[in-house]
């Protein structure tokens, strides 16, 4: 249930209804929206007479949240989330350019990716060290060795890090290196994972999965979000289809949805989203025209060597290239990078 505090309520006020709420059984969320302060008040609902909780002094309303997804809604939060990460607020109007390899491959690889995205534009440095690959004889990531690498190279040029979690238990590990905890395609639906996300005091990158519906995907960003983390960004990355021509099917559709439904951010992946290199500035563009916070993108110098995901890799010129159009089309949204 959603109880709207009155204008002004005293922060005594508040914490005596949310005490009173807590004993009741239920779970209590705050947020403060134009001078109110609104509670969001989940579990058993029937543990408490809510016509009584309407009589008192500092209640305005009290409704249901209809969403499955509560916390993440607009109807308990109607104003965008703003995550701080580094030298950019990601969902507010300036665009964040996250880009850098698909996996860290060594030391020399990801200074000079690293140095071609920071002057490119792009304030936070993508690269996975723990890698989810469908074949277990394929590159799995450098490991602790890798966010190493991948730390420094981001401090080198200025740019915050963002890094793939395999694993609940790796949490502590990943979230010493790294400024954003990547939660893959794969693992959307890990439920001790996101658990554990949301304990570790870092904004959650949320990639939807290969067939996952948009409210299964906000209902994993619930599982954050009630756990005490609300810096969750979206992140679509394209689902499976019939389609065989493209590694994904972006959808796109899924940014208005998602911006409608959800104070989150939401970003968009179009490397993993196409597969395919020439495929990536147009989606890319697509994304930010559509209304996506930002962009994750793969970009490597040598793509042809690369360890993972080379065919879909943007070379450093036309990732420059690319952020430059982003520019132009950012403008014309009344956005900035
Ligand atoms: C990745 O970002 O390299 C990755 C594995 O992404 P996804 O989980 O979207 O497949
Ligand atoms: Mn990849």
Same mark, same amino acid.
């Given at each position: 249930m959603l109880v709207l505090l009155k204008r002004e309520v005293g922060e005594p006020v508040v914490n005596d209804l949310t005490s009173w709420l807590r004993m009741a059984g239920l779970g209590v969320h705050r947020t403060d929206h134009n001078g109110h302060v609104r509670l969001a008040a989940l579990?058993?609902? +029937?543990?408490?007479?809510w016509e009584q909780v309407k009589?008192?002094?500092?209640?305005e309303s009290v409704t249901k949240?209809?969403?499955?997804?509560k916390l993440a809604s607009r109807e308990f939060r109607p104003h965008d989330t703003v995550i701080t990460v580094g030298r950019c607020a990601i969902g507010s109007d300036q665009l964040a350019l996250m880009a850098g390899p698909? @996996?860290?491959?060594g030391e020399a690889q990801t200074f000079t990716i690293a140095e071609a995205v920071a002057k490119a534009g792009a304030t936070v440095m993508r690269g996975g060290a723990y890698k989810p690959r469908? @074949?277990?004889? @394929?590159f799995q990531g450098l490991g602790e060795e890798g966010l190493r690498i991948l730390r420094r190279a981001a401090d080198a040029f200025g740019l915050a890090v963002v890094s793939e979690v395999m694993d609940a238990q790796m949490v502590p590990l990943v979230a010493r290196y790294a400024d954003i905890l990547q939660v893959g395609a794969r693992n959307m639906q890990n439920f001790p994972l996101l658990r554990e996300v949301g304990h570790a005091g870092k904004p959650v990158l949320l990639k939807r999965g290969l067939a996952s519906t948009i409210e299964e995907w906000l209902l994993s960003a619930e599982h954050v979000v009630s756990? +005490?983390? +609300?810096?969750v960004i979206l992140c679509e990355r394209g689902i499976r289809t019939?389609?065989?021509? %493209?590694?994904? %099917?972006?959808?796109?559709?899924?940014i208005p949805v998602v911006k409608e439904l959800t104070h989150l951010p939401v970003i968009v992946d179009p490397s993993h989203g196409t597969g395919i290199r020439n495929k990536v500035a147009p989606m890319a563009r697509a994304a930010i025209a559509a209304g996506a916070d930002g962009l994750i993108i793969e970009v490597h110098h040598d793509p042809d060597h690369a360890l993972s995901d080379g065919a879909q890799s943007l070379y450093p010129e036309q990732y420059r290239e690319l952020v430059e159009q982003i520019r132009t089309i950012a403008a014309v949204l009344g956005r900035r990078l």
């Open positions: 579990g058993e609902a +029937g543990l408490v007479d009589k008192f002094p500092a209640v949240i209809a969403m499955p997804f698909c @996996s860290v491959e469908t @074949s277990p004889y @394929s756990q +005490g983390n +609300g810096q019939f389609e065989t021509y %493209t590694r994904n %099917t972006l959808d796109l559709n899924a």
